[in-house]
């Protein structure tokens, strides 16, 4: 019978009775005669009890242990064989990791593993970005090297060129000697080192290669010697002739030399005894990649991004991009095992190495001058009105005066951002700001009272009203001040003026400008009714009204300091200041023969001072009031009231949910209904926040408007079309006559053409409608004098076929040279960037455009004391056609033979970082009368001279710019800021928190810097 423990699981019994039964049940008899005993599979059952690392093998009366294959021991106990622990070093030629029960072979930096899992292979580094050389890229065994063209020398970061001097003995010089890197003593001379990986020779000039440098150049084993690194080769290979590679034996099997018996000895004894035997022990299996020994042979198996083949062994790399492009959102580029991802221009690589996001170049600093709109991939830069955009970002002042006058009757005065047209004497700016209308009088069209002030004393008080009866505007500042104008200042004119007319107007304008001070109070422009009333009831007498009639005043309401103790449950109160500016005209009529204008002027300032006594006592008494379109607004509230909610919104605006909105154009701001409201018919209003409206022009065709909430004169409607003209600019109107045009709409007269020309037709809008005898190109503009074609001058251009003007570049630009015919030729010569002590940057005159040409630039870097420069070229556009004509050099000073860092006259599109040669550094860029290209932005930062050694090992290492996902860390403005801010200020390291720089960097770029970056600074943590 067979006996079972009696704490065996169900289903052993179940197996050994073939029905059911319990532990709990009598033993079992004695089995029937004729009946077999029954095998109990153990090993299935789990009723065995070998080790975890240990095979399970059943047998008709047990089971028995083994061992899995990477492990040793009689299978009750199995322990881990270090496969790297032997002389074959795994069969790796480089480095073995021991896993459990398996192992895995890693290459030295500059190598690849090859198919086979085992062998190393050199990455020729060359082949990609021209391994980020200036010149010339060599490939060498682990590594590479740059090297420069006949007349340049390899500058310290071993990747750009520097052209070499004939003068003097210094580091310029083409014989100084030093095999890598020179140093000028302080004493004069020069002094040698050598880049990482290499030692100085006893000559003090030469470099001898080490085997910390891609191996020594090494493909398997390298030591050093005295006269460099002496090469070997893994036992299963023989070297090349070449003495530096390693070329694999014909011979399967390992061979042992004869002469060394204690290798021999010493060799695993598994292996020995399984030679003849196909087990992973021997030859890995035959497997490229991971051997598995099983009780059927062994089993190969490749890692991830590998296929295994037909023959059972050899390990295919799988080309990831055949299938969904990898799962890249962009481009995809496979490598041996593995697969690159990267993306378009404008968009960047998130971290999981997969996706790709657009890059929000508007959340960059200084992208655009005004407005900066970001689309995929791209960005776009927009200028406020009355500016234009140049080198694609920037925002220049639009000279509207130099288009055709800025279609000005008479004269044009350009401003920031707009431009406005005046009249000579005796006449006055029509409707449409553009054409001037004859005045019948004697005086210019600003002498036409638009403002009257009427003060009226009833009862022992006094009160005033300002009406202002046209050219009314509200600009609201803060919710605590507001500025009011009403009719339009004779300044300007003044100044265009040099006539009998303008003569009387200095002598008779009369300017007063008069503050009157509140104690407590706010700013409040609101409707009121109650002052209305008041006057229209009253009837006073003559003596008891002043009247004074104004062309302009400029009323401004502002805050002052916060009053002291006041009840702190009612809202702030503040000192009031009311200034208003006046202007009014000396009476004609005041002017006899026995007084004359300076005469007559006194008088009126004499009896204005008596005006302005009563007006301050309205003022202080709240009896002031301001008359706009027939309602009454108070000027300010003296006191608040507790009941009453404190307005927070300025003039002309409303609350919308939390905040403060303007009234927008087409609508006025109504104090009654405490709402925006649209314009009424025959009404317009092209200004936000107002409290008025103005009336359309045209007094003849009131219904010429169909809708209410006009933004514009020209929605008034019923203006004349371009190529018509007429009295007021409103219908009827008349053709152009033969010989003049008219290019805008609402005009009272045309232009005429010039010079005896004639047009083909009446009503003509264009002056290319004038029959000129020649016909001007583009960069050209008709003088109507010559009749001829004449060059645009530098500064300006013209587009356009058949014009009579050319245009002046906006802002400070100006064009390189005559006849330019785009706003693209128009340049900022001003040379750009900004200088710190621990971050700044240089940029080329007009970059992101084009930069001008005969350019000069010269910027000097001086660090603080301790510290050294690092600077960063993420991309630099200068055009190689002009044969070095434009170029970029920094060196210690001006002088030719000081010590260079940086020159180049070419394009780079690939970054470089670098550190000066020199404590200081001295910048100059220079471009000749040749082509022209984008230029270049270079940050730059400064760094504790204490980590030299730290910064010139990660700028020199070849891996920073191998990937392109690394070429893109230097050009991303963000990121360079972030890296920028540790090496200023190093403690700042530990202020990212790991996920933040995971979240910020490709990993492969992080392993790179953190084991050069800690173990600097762990001190600051």
């Known amino acids: 019978c067979l006996s079972l423990p009696r704490n065996s699981p169900p289903a ?37 009890d070998c080790h975890p690392d240990a095979i399970c093998q059943n047998t008709p009366k047990l089971y028995k242990c083994m061992c899995k294959v990477g492990y ?104 100084h000697g030093c095999a890598h890197i020179c140093r000028e003593t302080p004493k004069g001379g020069v002094a040698c080192e050598c880049r990482p990986g290499f030692e100085l020779s006893k000559n003090q000039r030469s470099c001898i290669l080490t085997c910390n440098h891609g191996n020594g150049g090494c493909q398997h084993t390298c030591d050093d010697a005295d006269n460099g690194p002496i090469c070997g080769c893994h036992p299963k290979y023989i070297m090349h002739m070449d003495g530096k590679t390693c070329l694999e034996r014909e011979e399967a099997a390992v061979e042992i030399p004869e002469g060394n018996t204690t290798a021999g000895a010493d060799v695993d004894k598994r292996v020995k005894r399984r030679l003849l035997m196909e087990t992973c022990a021997v030859n890995n299996g035959g497997c490229d990649r991971t051997c598995k020994d099983t009780s059927t042979g062994v089993h190969c198996s490749c890692p991830v991004g590998f296929t295994l083949q037909f023959d059972g062994k050899t390990c295919k790399d799988i080309d990831e991009c055949q299938s969904n492009n990898g799962g890249c959102d962009h481009f995809c580029k496979n490598t041996v095992g593995s697969f690159d991802c990267s993306c378009r221009k404008g968009f960047k690589l998130l971290t999981d190495e997969r996706s790709c996001q657009d890059i929000d170049e508007c959340s960059f600093e200084r992208t655009c001058d005004h407005t900066c709109i970001n689309h995929p991939g791209t960005f776009e830069c927009t200028c406020n009105k009355g500016y234009a955009l140049y080198g694609f970002t920037h925002c220049g002042d639009i000279n509207e005066c130099s288009i055709n006058n800025g279609g000005c009757q008479q004269l044009c005065v350009n401003t920031l951002g707009d431009y406005e047209c005046l009249c000579h004497s005796n006449y006055k700016l029509h409707w449409n700001k553009k054409d001037c209308v004859e005045l019948k009088g004697p005086l210019p069209a600003n002498v036409s009272p638009k403002v009257l002030l009427h003060c009226i004393k009833s009862g022992g008080s006094d009160r005033c009203l300002l009406s202002c009866t046209s050219d009314v505007q509200v600009v609201s500042g ?218 359309c022009p045209s007094s003849q065709n009131p219904g010429n408007q169909k809708l209410a909430g006009a933004h514009s004169v020209s929605q008034c409607g019923g203006k004349c079309s371009p190529g018509e003209y007429s009295p007021d600019g409103f219908k009827p109107c008349l053709p152009c006559p033969l010989g003049t045009y008219q290019s805008e709409a609402g005009r009272v007269s045309c232009f005429p053409c010039g ?104 910027w000097n870097i001086n660090p603080p004391p301790k510290r050294r420069i690092l600077i960063v070229v993420p991309e630099i556009f200068l055009p190689i056609e002009d044969e070095c004509g434009d ?135």
């Open 72 to 175: 040793t021991g009689e299978g009750k106990k199995c322990e881990d064989i270090d496969e790297c622990d032997n002389d074959f070093n795994g069969g790796c030629v480089h480095e073995c990791f021991n896993i459990p029960g398996n192992y895995r072979c890693t290459c030295y930096d500059g190598f690849m593993l090859a198919h086979d899992g085992h062998n190393c292979l050199d990455t020729d580094e060359c082949t990609f970005n021209n391994g980020g050389c200036q010149h010339i890229c060599v490939n060498t065994v682990g590594s590479y090297e740059c090297r420069c063209k006949e007349g340049f020398f390899l500058s310290d970061n071993q990747h750009t060129c520097i052209h070499r001097s004939e003068e003097g003995m210094s580091c310029m010089n083409k014989d």
């Open 755 to 858: 010079g005896g020309l004639m047009t083909r037709h009446t009503g003509a809008s264009l002056f290319q409608d004038c029959e000129t005898k020649v016909q001007c190109s583009p960069g050209h503009f008709y003088n109507t004098t010559t009749h001829r074609c004449i060059r645009c001058i530098v500064g300006t251009y013209q587009p356009e076929f058949g014009q009579n003007f050319c245009i002046s570049c906006p802002g400070n630009t100006t064009t390189d040279f005559d006849g330019s015919t785009n706003i693209t030729q128009c340049k900022n010569r001003q040379c750009g960037g900004e200088l710190g002590d621990y971050t700044g940057y240089i940029e080329s005159p007009n970059y992101p455009g084009d930069y001008p040409a005969n350019a000069e630039c010269t």
């Open 478 to 695: 803060t919710q605590d001040a507001y500025t009011l104008t009403c009719g339009s200042s004779s300044q300007l004119k003044k100044k265009q003026q040099n006539t009998n007319a303008s003569t009387w107007l200095d002598i008779s304008a009369i300017k007063i400008s008069v503050t009157f001070k509140l104690n407590e109070g706010k700013c409040s422009l609101k409707k009121t009714e109650m002052f209305q009333e008041g006057l229209e009831q009253m009837k006073p007498e003559r003596h008891n009204s002043l009247m004074e009639r104004f062309h302009y005043v400029n009323l401004t309401c502002s805050s002052g300091k916060k009053v002291h103790g006041a009840v702190s449950r009612l809202p702030a109160t503040r000192e009031i200041f009311i200034t208003v500016d006046f202007e009014l005209e000396t009476n004609e009529k005041e002017v006899t023969e026995t007084c004359d204008v300076r005469c007559a002027r006194k008088k009126t300032e004499k009896r204005f001072r008596k005006t302005i006594r009563t007006l301050r006592k309205t003022v202080n008494r709240d009896q002031f009031r301001v008359r706009v379109s027939g309602m009454d607004h108070e000027v300010a509230r003296k006191s608040l009231k507790l009941s009453e909610p404190q307005q927070s919104c300025g003039v002309g605006q409303i609350h919308v949910g939390n905040r403060c909105v303007s009234c927008s154009v087409g609508s006025y701001y109504d104090g009654e209904r405490e709402s925006c409201v649209l314009c009424p018919n025959g009404t317009y209003q092209d200004e936000e926040g107002q409290i008025t409206c103005d009336s």
């Open 887 to 1021: 170029y970029l050099v920094m060196r210690k000073s001006s002088s030719s033979n000081s010590v260079t860092t940086y020159e180049t006259c070419q394009t780079y599109e690939r970054p470089i970082a670098f550190t000066s040669r020199s404590k200081k550094l001295w910048i100059q860029f220079k471009s000749n009368e040749g082509n022209s290209a984008k230029g270049f932005q270079v940050p730059y930062v400064t760094y504790d001279e204490d980590y030299q050694e730290l910064i010139e090992d990660i700028v020199r290492d070849g891996r920073l710019y191998a990937s392109e996902n690394h070429q893109e860390i230097l050009k991303d403005k963000k990121l360079i800021k972030a890296l920028f801010d540790v090496l200023a200020h190093p403690q700042n390291y530990f202020k990212y928190t790991a996920q933040e720089s995971r979240e910020m960097f490709p990993r492969s770029f992080i392993r790179l810097l953190r084991s050069k970056v800690s173990r600097f600074l762990r001190p600051y943590k």
């Open 12 to 48: 052993a019994w179940e197996a050994a009775a073939g029905r059911d039964f319990s532990p709990s049940s009598p033993v079992c008899a004695p089995p029937s005669p004729g009946l077999l005993p029954i095998d109990v599979d153990e090993c299935a059952l789990g009723l065995d």
